[in-house]
């Protein structure tokens, strides 16, 4: 695995319910590149060996959230990029703690 990206996607939505609708277009979106990605209540990380198709999926959210209705959209984008080499994927990164709740 070469890299992952985390996407926060900020639509101006009138009410939370139409923010979560907007967001939840956009985890569709992401969901339907087939791309292995983790749903976080502030951001999506996926993750692929393609970096170049990574950052064109950023870019299509916000295409995803104008087309949902949003009047304007901000994002915030992490980026883990190792062309040479493998990067920590999301299930070493995060496995251990999955299904652990207070
Ligand atoms: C790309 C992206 N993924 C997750 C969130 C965080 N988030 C905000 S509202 C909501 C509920 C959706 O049903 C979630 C998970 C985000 N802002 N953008």
Known sequence: MSASIAIQVLPAAENDQELIRIVD???A???STG???EVGPFETTIEGDDYDQLMMIAKECQHVAVRAGAQKVSAYIKVAYQPEGE???IDQKI??????KH
């Open 35 to 37: 791309l292995r990605y």
């Open 95 to 100: 496995g251990k703690y999955q299904n652990k």
């Open 87 to 89: 990067i920590l994927t």
């Open 25 to 27: 277009e956009v985890i």
């Open 29 to 31: 979106y992401i969901a």
